[in-house]
Each structure stands twice: as C-alpha cells, then as structure tokens.
C-alpha cells in the first residue's frame, strides 16, 4: 500500500466524486438517506447472493460472502479501526474476512474477498471508489475475481451516509452482525460469527494453519500478522451485548440481574455473572460501579 495514501485519499476523493456521480447509472455515490436501522435490516436479510447448489444449509443454501464481508466491516467500525466513510480493502479486513471464512466453511471452499467487495454495490447502500482516470473502466466492469484487479481499480468503497451513522454506534453494529449471522447462517456457524463460542488453542492453531494456507495461495502481501484478530471479537461481542441491554433498560442493575438478561436473550454466551462482573470492571468506558453489585451504561 502506498505510504502517502492516507494523505491524499481526501483530495483524490473530492476531486473525483463529482465526476462519478454523474458518469455511473449504477449509484456508486447516490444514495437514500431516509433509511434507518429497521430499513436496514430489512436490507441486509435481502442481500443479493448466489445460490448455487454448492451452498448448503451452513450458510443457508446461499454464497456467504457478501454477509461475512459486511459482518467484518462493522467488526472493524466497533473496534474504531475504521474512523471516518471510507473502507479500504486493507490486510487487517481482509484478515478478519479470512478469520471468519476458516472458523466457518469446509476446507474445500475458497473464499475470495474481492468479490463481495465488488459485488456489494448492486445493493444500494455500498459504493466503489474507483482510483482517478479508473471510473469509465469500473462502470463497465461486470465481474472482479482477485485482489489485484480490484485494487488496480478501486481505492476502496463507502457506505450510504445514513448507514455510517448507524455504524459509528456500537448497538448498531451488533444488531446489524446479529441480523446478518441469523439471516445467512445456521445455529452452528452463528455462534462462531457472534463470540459464541471460545476457541480451544487446538482449534486456533488449525484455524490459522488455513490462514497460512490461504495468504500461501492468494499472496502474503493482502495480508496482515494479526494472529491476535481470533479471539479480538469474542470478548468485544460480550461487551457489546452487556452494554446494549444495560442501556436499554435505562436505569442501574444489579450484575446478577444483568447477567440473567444477557443470557435470556443471548443463550449461547458461557459466561456466568462473576464472569459479567469482571467484564464490567475491565471496561469502566462503558461501566460504572454505583453500589454493591450495581452498574449502570455510560
């Protein structure tokens, strides 16, 4: 990746953007900004995938790449890696895709980031940013299948404005990932995808033996070291369903109530209510002690 990138992507974007909007019949830039998180998860159990009969009820007899690439996303906006509309395809989310793609799918599937990137703007709320002088050519492109062509064409993508606003917040990412994972995936591969379940050290080491072997194939240099992205989200997803219901609920609980509403409504955490308490001690951004036992949501 270029190294002054950083630094120019807002002038490129503010000198090109005009342009696009009136060259692409497709909307890569026009959008609605009247939809909110109702509307959009309608969207997203709508998403356009392929069908094939390769695909099985694993992830709902549907290609799961376009939902997994948008789960990885707003893991990135809840981790505040992704800080301003703009989604590069950077080693750390194509990592976190691959992550998900190997705890998930059978060895034998491949998966392939660059095509959801691409493809996700037939949906209406995700829009390509081709590279200056590249915007004629990404109109009439009908099909990128490798990381290179995309990124000789796009410097990246954005989400509708109202979207984003969605995404800054992380009760919103969480309903969102929650609706994805339960509109295109079974039980099993839910609990994967939500934190659910915590990998045993046998499990991660197989799991990053298919990350080597998929950066062996498509080439190490879209990827990032970041063994750590395995169990990063685990815990996030824990944090993210105390605060939400805590805030929710809008007054101060004690922990042994909160810990029975998590687990009401999200069975498939193991956490026990030392377990939540602890959560709630090491996370005082979010947490505040007020009594014995008693918390409340910043």
């Given amino acids: 990746m270029d190294k002054f990138y950083p630094v120019v992507f807002a002038v490129k974007s503010l000198l090109h953007i005009l342009s696009i909007v009136s060259q692409n019949p497709i909307g890569i830039i026009l959008e609605n900004s009247a939809k909110n998180l109702p509307e959009y998860l309608r969207v997203f159990s709508r998403l356009r995938t392929n069908r094939a009969k390769n695909w099985t009820e694993l992830t709902c007899f549907q290609a799961p790449h376009k939902p997994l690439l948008l789960i990885s996303v707003l893991d990135l906006f809840s981790q505040n890696l992704i800080k301003s ?128 072997e998929f950066k062996r194939i498509n080439g190490d240099q879209h990827f990032a070291e970041s063994d750590q992205l395995f169990l990063r989200e685990d815990l996030f997803d824990v944090v993210t369903a105390i605060y939400t219901e805590l805030k929710g609920h809008g007054r101060p609980l004690h922990y042994e109530v909160i810990n029975k509403i998590v687990l009401d409504r999200y069975p498939y955490f193991k956490f026990n209510s030392r377990q939540i308490v602890k959560i709630m001690r090491n996370h005082p951004e979010k947490f505040e002690w007020l009594d014995r036992g008693v918390y409340c949501a910043r």
């Fill in 85 to 212: 509309n703009f989604i590069e395809l950077s080693p750390i989310l194509v990592e976190k895709f691959i992550n998900y793609w190997v705890r998930i799918m059978p060895e034998r599937k491949k998966g392939n980031i660059a095509l959801p990137f691409f493809h996700l703007q037939n949906n209406g709320f995700w829009y390509l940013l081709p590279h200056p002088g590249k915007a004629e050519l990404l109109i009439n492109v009908k099909q990128v299948d490798s990381l290179g062509k995309l990124k000789r064409i796009t410097c990246g993508a954005r989400l509708a404005d109202d979207l984003y606003e969605l995404a800054k917040q992380d009760e919103n990412c969480f309903t969102l990932k929650s609706s994805l994972a339960k509109a295109y995936f079974s039980p099993s591969a839910q609990k994967v995808i939500m934190g659910q379940t915590v990998l045993e050290e046998k499990s991660q080491e197989n799991s990053k033996g298919q990350v080597n």
